[in-house]
């Protein structure tokens, strides 16, 4: 059979891993087509490229051209067991593989650069796509956020590199064989499915060991690679660092040489220390970044990553944070670029494990706002725990001003502050509250 009759069914389709791929294969010339629990930008965005999605969990749904000898379907891990359409699939023994194992069949002839880590991959992967399409490199991306440049999660400019982002969650990121490797960060995650922070150490040594040419490492983390940082020494390092109103000034420390005066158009030094990794990656590989360099003075940012905006009057900041390390990031930068104004935090937290296992960590840097609102839990792939719910979570925040809010009064809860810089963070459906607020009235600041 010729590869491109090879037909792809996506369970969870509009899921921001999936939709890239779904994409890039339809591009290839491959029909593809796929389920999703419910309609999004994301499935809307599809459907207008060509792509037919069901929303039903139906077998009768499923086309009849779509057999076992000429479909791949590919499910993502947030589908469950009982699903009707995955069990069909599988008991009529056609070929199904989660998506990280289909990311690297399509990426095994190519030069890999994959980005790991327990927060940091999207900026860092964007980061690097930014520089090397700066560059006039032959590269695809897929990206796990959407692109503010592109609109967009993937970027299909050739074949000869491909930018992927290596996820950690079910240990995905082993199927990949990557060429060149980074690891932003190794804070405890995902321990529903490792039990503890050494099985998740372990995974990440495993993938490390993957990496066939060079691997760069957060300063700190114990693992073998070149290391980089933000203001102290290591292979790779910025130094000379200055806060502008919407970025930083600094100079970039390579093994070799040091280039001065770079500005970045991003706030929060964790995005500072993306750059950093990103630049890193590159001259690691032997690429030219000096004339890349220039171009991280527009780079125009990543959906919901520390994104800023003026909503009538107010600072509204809108990031994906939604482990306690991220939302301890945003905060510094909150208080680095915004320190005379006062805020407000409202925070969905995702997965009662997550909120199980972090409910200390989470109610100590939440308690640092001037003011906190919560969300119900966005439950995702996850069933109710019991004791484990938003109101806990509030009962062991320490600063009195506190509560819980719904979705239909989202708006109301920013429009009525008084707040003169709102904080919006989560990885759940707050994403839908906040994306309905910018076609509201937001002007970038």
Known sequence: MDQKDIKYYFLGIGGIGMSSLAKYLFDSGHQVMGYDKKQSIITDKLIASGIPIIFEDNIELIPYNYKKDNTKVVYTPAIPGNHLQYNYFVENGYSVKKRAFLLGEITKNSIVFAIAGTHGKTTTASFLSHLFESANLKFTAFIGGVLNSKNSNLINKGDKFTIVEADEYDRSFLHLSPD?????????????????????????????????????????????????????????????????????????NTPERTFKNIYLSVMGEHNLSNAICALSLM???GLNIEEALPSLANFAGVSRRMEVFNYKGKILIDDYAHHPKEIEAVLKAVKSFFKEKTNKVIFQPHLYSRTRDFMEDFAKILSQFDEVELMEIYPARELPI????????????????????????????????????????????????????????????
Not at 419 to 428: D, F, K, N, T, Y
């Open 283 to 285: 001259d690691s590989a």
């Open 386 to 445: 019991n004791g484990v719910n938003s109101k806990a979570l509030l009962n062991k925040i320490t600063n009195p001003n506190k509560k819980i809010i719904s979705s239909q009064n989202f708006l109301s809860s920013i429009e009525d502050s008084m707040a003169e810089l709102i904080v919006v963070l989560g990885a759940g459906d707050i994403s839908e509250n906040i994306q309905d607020l910018k076609k509201v009235q937001l002007n970038e600041i």
């Open 180 to 252: 060149y490797g980074c690891i932003t960060a190794m804070d405890a995650d995902h321990l529903d499915v490792y039990g503890d922070y050494n099985e998740m150490e372990k995974a990440y040594a495993e993938f490390s060991k993957k990496i066939t040419q060079k691997l760069i490492v957060a300063s700190g983390l114990k693992l073998d690679g070149f290391t980089y940082s933000v203001n102290e020494n290591a292979n790779y390092y910025a130094s000379n660092i200055n806060i502008d109103k919407k970025g930083y000034y600094f100079d970039f």
